[in-house]
């Protein structure tokens, strides 16, 4: 699950698997501290950063 939301939804920013990796009260915080509920609110996330970075896909990396 972890490998695959870094891999298809992040690192190429699939929004269209949000529904499908997360639940609908999903609750993330971003590493400059904004947090996100829901869906929709990390879906609007994903697409901010995909508009900050455009052409960045693929380059992040998972450090656990």
Avoid at 23 to 52: N, P
Wanted: without cysteine; charged residues 20%; hydrophobic residues 35%.
């Amino acid at each position: 699950l972890v490998e695959r939301f870094y891999n298809a939804l992040w690192n190429r920013f699939d929004t269209t698997l949000v529904p499908t990796l997360l639940t609908d009260d999903f609750r993330f915080r971003g590493s400059l501290g904004e947090e996100t509920r829901g869906h929709a609110g990390f879906t609007s996330y994903v697409e901010r950063i995909q508009r900050a970075l455009p052409g960045h896909g693929g380059g992040w990396q998972l450090t656990v």
